[in-house]
């Protein structure tokens, strides 16, 4: 304690007695420049000496290293230094396993090198050698980490430019060596599994915080299988002397001034920064899982709150969301598991937006269940039995009907005559969402276990009342078929576009990108749906193997509607072989710049490599 109130007097005696004689002097403004530059260096460096002693976290020293690091660059431009501490921050990660972040942060040193034959003299660990040397070193360790890290496209981005290096210097040896290396990154996207981290949001309020925390907020990316109670109770070891809050809400100025510390922690959800790869059809989950977690610059949190009357009935009609959107200075992941947040916008929803919003996700899940398990993605049918039985459980117990009750009825289209399209869009993710649900029982029933049975039986049933209580009878009755087909054969309405019948001779080969490609334009919505109610729903459709074989497949006593419906559906489809696919390549125009932005970690989201213009339809 006493070592602490000495650092605190230091600092007031330098700040003021200093400070208050440069003032008086003729060179006062740079005086006061270099002077509050002294002082903020002189913050972190005691920060660090006090998060390196012995017994501290690792998350301490991490985050001490990264702000010291980030000082020595932006403030004060010593290159020596700034290397120093890259490498000092890389063996902490390297300690804490965190391979993903130990890439990351040796790739900044690498960004300082070029491909030349400059020789370079001894430093830290390396030996004097050309500058093209230690490139190349460095760009093996950087994929070796990302590789340990399961962070294999960024892996593949490197790859591919050490080969171009390799190839002018004609030294086919180690090209053949580095494309089999990224032919082995393709293998394990495909093969591997992946699993999504958890993102939190942590504010540090109180003055006890070292100063790169106090009253500050930032977002975590959270360790393998780490869910929110896992993490508060890490972060409350790191701080033993820590007050955990327990309500979301913004803190007041009396705990900004606290003498302790107070942290506030809840889930938020990424965004990610291009929704067309995630949005895609045809692209397997395994490539998808990269995008939805990495690179994201943006995380939004969501506090329901009833406004006005509470209607004790149906509680959706007063149910509003406050939804609070926070942007980061960096992406993550990056050079550091958390990083601070720059931008705060909080925005409310309205009790039929939430609704509407609620349906587009649910669907959206029960699409890509569909799909994995028609293409045999899922070791056990289990997710998909669960996801219908809660959707159709959840509808025939008052879900769909509260929502009638709530925005369908005159009163509130009265009252609310600017929600019209509104209304519209619920209604038709209401009948899609009963159209999906009739697809999914139908390969729900070819891949469940006998002892599922029942369950599956009263599921059908359920779905009967669901369809009767959307006053449904049966779909190709209740609207014209529809062109678009859903991935693996399930069913996708088309939204503003006009519905017409197509025939196997319709079917073209769409040019797909690269998954690397994470392109920023042409950003399409895979609910979009019609907005006439008249194309409300479409026709199922089905593109492998397995989707033929559920529509073909004998129906039993339980679901003899279902299956006769779909087998007797006239527009089955099958999608082309995957080599009828477009292969895109890399535009050498713009490869060197998009490739440096999707492994930058510092000021702009990742994107990879431009694709080609599309080939014509074959």
């Known amino acids: 304690m006493s070592e602490g109130r000495g650092d605190e007097t230091y600092r007031e005696l330098f700040n003021s007695i200093l400070l208050k004689k440069i003032e008086r002097e003729t060179w006062r403004e740079s005086g006061v420049s270099l002077i509050a530059t002294v002082t903020r ?17 690792d998350g301490k020293k991490i985050g001490c290293t990264v702000s010291l690091l980030n000082f020595y660059k932006t403030e004060l431009n010593k290159e020596e230094m700034y290397i120093r501490y890259i490498h000092k921050l890389y063996d902490l990660h390297m300690k804490a396993q965190n ?13 300082l090198l070029e491909w030349s034959d400059r020789p370079l003299r001894e430093f830290l660990n390396y030996p004097m050698q050309t500058e093209w040397q230690r490139k190349e070193y460095l760009h093996m360790t950087i994929i070796q980490n990302f590789d340990r890290g399961k962070c294999w496209e960024n892996g593949i981005i490197l790859c591919r430019k050490l080969a171009e290096q390799y190839e002018n210097y004609y030294d086919y040896r180690n090209l053949s060596k580095m494309r089999m290396m990224e032919a082995s990154l393709y293998d394990k996207i495909m093969d591997q599994q992946r699993l999504e981290p958890e993102f939190f949001r942590v504010g540090f309020y109180g003055k006890k915080f070292p100063f790169f925390l106090r009253n500050k907020e930032f977002v975590c990316r ?13 972060m409350l070891t790191e701080f033993p002397h820590a007050i955990a809050m327990q309500h979301a809400n913004q803190p007041d100025e009396t705990i900004f001034q606290a003498e302790a510390q107070y ?33 994201i610059w943006r995380f939004r949190y969501d506090r329901p709150f009833h406004k006005g009357t509470k209607d004790k009935e149906n509680e959706f009609k007063s149910l509003w969301v406050e939804r609070t959107a926070l942007t980061l200075v960096q992406s993550l992941p990056g050079i ?53 039985n809660g959707v159709i459980d959840a509808a025939v117990n008052g879900g769909v009907s509260r929502y009638q009750e709530a925005f369908f009825v005159k009163e509130y289209i009265f009252n609310h005559p600017e929600d ?24 729900h029933e070819k891949f469940v276990p006998q002892d599922m049975r029942p369950l599956h039986k009263k599921m059908v049933d359920q779905f009967f009342v669901l369809k009767s209580s959307l006053g449904i009878q049966d779909f190709s009755a209740c609207v014209p078929p529809s062109p678009v087909s859903f991935p693996n054969g399930s069913p996708c309405i088309p939204r503003n576009s006009a519905p017409a019948i197509m025939g196997p001779e319709a079917v073209r080969v769409v040019p797909r990108r690269s ?29 492998s193997e397995s989707s033929d074989e559920v529509f073909h497949m004998q129906p039993s006593p339980s679901t003899s509607s279902l299956s006769s419906t779909h087998s007797a559906s006239p527009n089955v489809t099958s999608s082309a072989p995957s080599s009828a696919r477009a292969s895109p390549l890399l535009s050498d125009k713009h490869k060197h710049s998009r490739e440096n932005a999707c492994l930058s970690p510092r000021e702009r989201p990742c994107s990879a490599i431009f694709p080609i213009p599309a080939e014509p339809p074959q």
């Open 515 to 543: 998954p690397l490609s994470y392109p920023a334009v042409n950003r399409y919505s895979s609910s979009s749906l019609s907005s006439q109610a008249s194309a409300e729903v479409s026709n199922l459709t089905g593109q």
């Open 336 to 388: 550091s598991r958390w990083f601070e947040v720059e931008k705060r916008e909080v925005v409310e929803m309205s009790p039929l937006e939430n609704a509407i919003e609620v349906l587009e996700n649910k669907n959206q899940q029960l699409r890509t269940l569909i799909s994995q398990c028609q293409t045999r993605q899922m070791q056990n049918i289990n997710p998909l039995t669960m996801c219908l």
């Open 222 to 234: 959270g360790h393998d299988y780490e869910r929110l109670e896992a993490f508060q109770q890490r």
């Open 41 to 57: 260096l002189m913050e972190r460096l005691l920060d660090y000496r006090d998060c390196m002693k012995i017994g501290e976290v």
């Open 420 to 443: 019209g399209d509104k209304i519209s869009r619920l209604r038709e993710l209401m009948l899609e969402q009963a159209q999906i649900l009739e697809f999914g029982l139908a390969v």
């Open 263 to 295: 942290l506030q922690i809840y889930a938020v959800t990424p965004i990610p920064e291009s929704q067309e790869v995630l949005q895609r059809e045809g692209i397997p989950d395994n490539i998808k899982s990269f995008y939805k977690v990495n690179h």
């Open 99 to 111: 391979y993903t972040e130990a890439a990351y942060t040796l790739l900044l040193y690498d960004e």
